[in-house]
């Protein structure tokens, strides 16, 4: 198959010291791809690499089949626009002229910009929501706005790619919403290729067609998020230690409390999940049901619980489940019960609140 | 903004001509014989060259003036190519050590030149001072792979030039021939004694230079931006960093050969000419330097020259009373971002 954008065999790394070997990246015209991968994996040497800020230690890069290397640094300039987390430099330029920049590749001997460049500064100024800031000094914009105004000099190159280091790192949930839609409308409008690395997983599995999961000498894995985001990889991937990382659903818990549980939790359909957290924070162990496998609140059970109930999902709970939880509640001093009024298949639950009764526990209802 | 800029820029430029113009006049009018305004008119107009006041104009006060507006421009260009070559505001030739390199250089050879009895011409100066810049400039390079904090490069540069100027010393002091009586002065820095076929020669180096840096003015901006950046706009990084380190060094060597090393010059007028502009895009920032390390000159080697006449001033020391107080503006200024 040929691939619009490929790297063959590519090492990359720093003074001749290969860091990662053997990466092989296929993308079609327009698809996104995402690095990932902890700290200090080589996500930026990958990155740099391929823009040729760094000799490649071997293998080719393609563009359109054209090996990179053989290409003009001028021809590279009008193909591909680099965002990389080293701020630029800049001394008594507005935010304007900093987009302005992005038009080096086609102006002149002398760098005078014409009225088409302004416009097409303009034009990448209003895409990213700059355009209100465009004479302040660029040295004295937040770190968000300096991260758009980044990005819209990146555009402003009219690149057919863009490769980005962590660019949503400085923005707030808006802007890193606002900055990811507007490289899928470059996307879709002028098909544009992207190569990012993200720390957002949760984004990364959103946006990109591809990712590229790096870590320690080869690259871990290649391919489409849904394959990537399989049960326990990211807690591989990450080495992750303390808390967790729920690929299905993409949410992160902190790590469950230790000891033994003393506290009884009949949560359900999303009452649980503040609880648990709660008690996480106050460092105190808890027993959790019963849930059905389905649930909102499963996920977070089974993080942070130190023992969930569970009941096959779309199916009546059975007597013997009930058992087994009365058994779990004995061991407790005190029931949290997050529910007021009980569906028709949880009135195993509502069985189980009154059984907390008879027995003396002292029960809390939120 | 656009229009207000080039209003600013029109505004700034008319300013350091008009600056110019004036200085000239004035070094050429004030001195041990005064020369009125209307008589330096009247002598250049009709090419008049015999009597006294025309002698003295002709043959040392337009020389020296024309000497001090070329190496004046040279020096603060250069100053301006090392700033932006190192993304160090406080570099320039002599703090960096180069003018002192391309000093000792310059002094070994006219000494052994002198006991050869040869005639020194001024083309085989500036290329003695162009090796000796170069020497100090590869010294400053490999430093600056080993230290990347500027402070530390500066450091190292003012080492240079220590070492340098102690063994420009001891060759001077022990050289005895008369020829070389002037060394002292010339090693101190000074405009005195220049001839017009000096001032062909630095006309035709510094025109040259000045073409080829003016040239460079668009990858120059490219590269302010920070190297990454530069790269992936095109620029061949590897050639504009060669250019720059020769071109810089060919300035700076220009002024030692004449002039001897002038300290502050080079540091101090790029910021003044930087607000003065509100900009740093070289293809204003290239002209404006010149224009304004010639003002600065002028200003400085006439206040050099009356001061305390008939003794006169080495440059230096004037340079360095308006220059030095520039650069720690320029680091308080610096810090105050920082923290800000």
């Known amino acids: ?366 | 903004m656009q229009r207000n800029r080039k209003y600013r820029y029109m505004a700034a430029f008319v300013l350091l001509g008009a600056g110019v113009l004036v200085l000239l006049a004035l070094n050429i009018c004030i001195g041990s014989v005064k020369i009125t305004l209307p008589d330096m008119l009247r002598t250049l107009g009709n090419q008049e060259r015999n009597g006294t006041a025309a002698r003295i104009l002709w043959d040392i006060r337009l020389p020296r003036a024309a000497a001090v507006l070329i190496l004046g421009g040279a020096l603060a260009l250069a100053g301006y190519l090392l700033q932006t070559f190192f993304h160090n505001p406080i570099a320039g030739p002599f703090v960096l050590g180069i003018s002192s390199g391309a000093k000792m250089v310059v002094a070994l050879v006219m000494v052994f030149l002198a006991g050869k009895a040869v005639r020194v011409t001024s083309a085989s100066m500036i290329l003695a001072a162009f090796v000796g810049a170069m020497l100090s400039m590869g010294f400053v390079l490999l430093l600056s792979r080993r230290v990347s904090r500027m402070s530390m490069l500066v450091v190292s540069g003012v080492m240079i030039g220590y070492i340098c100027s102690a063994v420009t010393e001891l060759v001077v002091t022990f050289a005895e021939d008369e020829q070389i009586v002037n060394l002292h002065n010339w090693s101190q820095g000074s405009f005195s004694g220049m001839t017009w076929e000096n001032v062909e020669v630095m006309a035709v180096v510094v025109a040259a230079a000045f073409a080829v840096v003016f040239l460079l003015s668009k990858p120059l901006g490219a590269y302010q931006l920070g190297e990454a950046y530069a790269q992936n706009l095109g620029v061949n990084i590897r050639l504009l960093r060669i250019g720059l380190v020769v071109l810089s060094s060919i300035l700076s060597a220009c002024i030692v050969a004449f002039a001897g090393p002038v300290s502050f010059v080079g540091i101090a007028t790029p910021h003044l000419v930087k607000k003065l502009l509100g900009t740093t895009e070289p293809i204003w920032m290239i002209p404006a330097c010149f224009l304004g390390g010639s003002a600065f000159c002028l200003f400085c080697d006439l206040l050099a020259r009356c001061l305390l006449a008939p003794t006169e001033l080495s440059i230096s020391t004037v340079t360095a009373i308006f220059g030095a107080p520039v650069v720690l503006w320029v680091m308080a200024e610096r810090k105050k971002e920082r923290v800000a």
């Open chain 1, 1 to 366: 198959m040929r691939y619009y954008f490929k790297t063959k065999q590519l090492s990359v790394g720093y003074q001749a010291k290969p860091l990662i070997r053997d990466i092989e990246i296929g993308l079609e015209k327009g698809e996104i791809l995402t690095l990932i991968g902890p700290n200090g994996a080589g996500k930026s040497t990958i990155l740099k690499s391929i823009a040729g800020q760094l000799q490649l230690m071997g293998g080719n890069v393609y563009l359109e089949q054209k090996d990179m290397t053989q290409m003009s640094g001028k021809e590279i300039s009008q193909r591909m626009a680099v965002v990389f987390t080293e701020k630029l430099r800049t001394e008594l330029m507005t935010c304007e002229d900093v987009v302005a920049t992005g038009r080096y590749p086609y102006t002149g001997r002398f760098g005078i910009l014409s009225k088409e460049d302004y416009a097409i500064v303009g034009e990448a100024m209003e895409l990213v929501h700059v355009s209100g800031i465009k004479n302040r000094d660029f040295t004295k914009i937040s770190d968000g706005q300096r991260q758009r105004v980044m990005l819209a000099r990146a555009i402003c190159q009219e690149p057919e790619m863009i490769l980005l280091d962590e660019p949503t790192s400085f923005l707030d949930v808006k802007y890193k919403l606002e900055f990811l839609s507007v490289l899928q409308e470059l996307r879709r409008k002028k098909g544009l290729t992207v190569i990012m690395s993200l720390h957002e997983l949760e984004l990364a599995e959103r946006i990109s067609d591809r990712i590229l999961c790096v870590k320690g000498e080869y690259v871990e894995r290649f391919g489409k998020p849904e394959d990537i985001f399989k049960p326990g990889y990211i807690r591989s991937l990450f080495d992750i230690g303390a808390g967790s990382f729920d690929e299905e659903n993409d949410s992160m818990e902190l790590e469950a409390p230790a000891g033994r549980a003393d506290i009884f939790v009949i949560a359900g359909g999303g009452t649980g999940r503040k609880v648990y957290r709660r008690l996480q924070r106050q460092g105190r162990a808890f027993l959790t049901g019963i849930l059905f496998e389905n649930d909102l609140d499963y996920p977070a059970a089974r993080a942070l619980a130190a023992g969930v109930i569970k009941a096959e999902g779309f199916e009546p709970i059975r007597e013997t489940l009930l058992m087994e939880a009365r058994e779990k509640m004995d061991s407790c001093q005190k029931v949290i019960c997050c529910k007021r009024t009980f569906g028709s298949l949880e009135k195993a639950n509502e069985e189980l609140l009154a059984y907390a009764r008879e027995t003396g526990k002292n029960v809390e209802i939120i």
